[in-house]
């Protein structure tokens, strides 16, 4: 079984500045994927930044960038030099790898609203 | 272009009349996967398919349906339809279960 906690409902930055969202997991899985969605006002979901577990290294995609903590079971996001279109509801989610009882089941957290302010 | 469409896009039903949500994608993916979205809740997984002809429960299936004849489709039938089934509806593939998930647009349901 996985669970996934975000445990900032809310959340407000000004234009240009950074911001960390937090995410905290458990799993029973020795390999797994943690996955960050973006949910923009149209309500679609897009893809963020992806991370499998057994790479050591932070992933990144331009202003976003992750903070894995595998002991520590936390997976937190962090924009850089933030803007207008930043502002979203963000999804934290968490997968098990091929050959566990996971793998296929993807699990959300409850989200977390970003406002972005000029 | 590359995409997941889903149909219809908005629902007003009653309850216990049976409805399906289409789902489609042109991206030859594996794997296909529906989910519902509430609020505070985040979103929660229905079913999902790892390829033709293979389903599984995701965290919420009671109440739902699902089938997978074909690679591109993976409709959701809700049979009798209830109150509680009032939510926003996502259909979600991709190449292979861990990778990146392509969202339909999500299908708004209400059940009265």
């Known amino acids: 079984a996985q669970t996934v906690t975000q445990s900032q409902p809310e959340m407000s930055v000004q234009e240009a500045e950074t911001v960390t969202l937090s995410c905290t997991y458990d799993t029973s899985e020795s390999n797994y994927y943690l996955f960050w969605y973006k949910q923009p006002p149209s309500r679609q979901m897009i893809l963020v930044i992806r991370?499998?577990?057994?790479?050591?290294q932070n992933a990144t995609e331009n202003r976003f960038s992750v903070n894995f903590q595998k002991a520590a079971k936390s997976f937190s996001l962090k924009i850089s030099d933030s803007q207008l279109g930043d502002t979203a509801m963000y999804f934290c989610?968490?997968?098990?790898?091929?050959?566990?009882?996971?793998?296929?089941?993807?699990?959300f957290g409850q989200g977390t609203i970003l406002t972005v302010h000029p | 272009e590359a995409q997941v469409t889903q149909n219809p896009r908005y629902l007003i039903t009653v309850t216990g009349k049976k409805l399906t949500v289409t789902c489609s994608q042109n991206?030859?993916?594996?794997?296909m996967s529906w989910y519902r979205q509430d609020p505070g809740l985040g979103l929660r997984q229905i079913y999902y398919s790892m390829n033709v002809e293979v389903t599984d429960k995701g965290d919420v299936p009671e109440g739902y349906k699902v089938s997978r004849k074909e690679k591109r489709n993976f409709p959701l039938i809700l049979e009798s339809p209830s109150p509680n089934q009032t939510s926003l509806y996502f259909c979600?593939?991709?190449?292979?279960?861990?990778?990146?998930?392509?969202f339909g647009p999500g299908t708004r349901l209400l059940v009265l």
């Open positions: 989610a968490s997968m098990g790898d091929a050959g566990g009882t996971s793998y296929g089941k993807l699990t």
């Open positions: 991370q499998e577990a057994y790479k050591q």
């Open positions: 991206m030859n993916h594996e794997y």
């Open positions: 979600a593939s991709s190449l292979n279960p861990g990778e990146t998930q392509y």
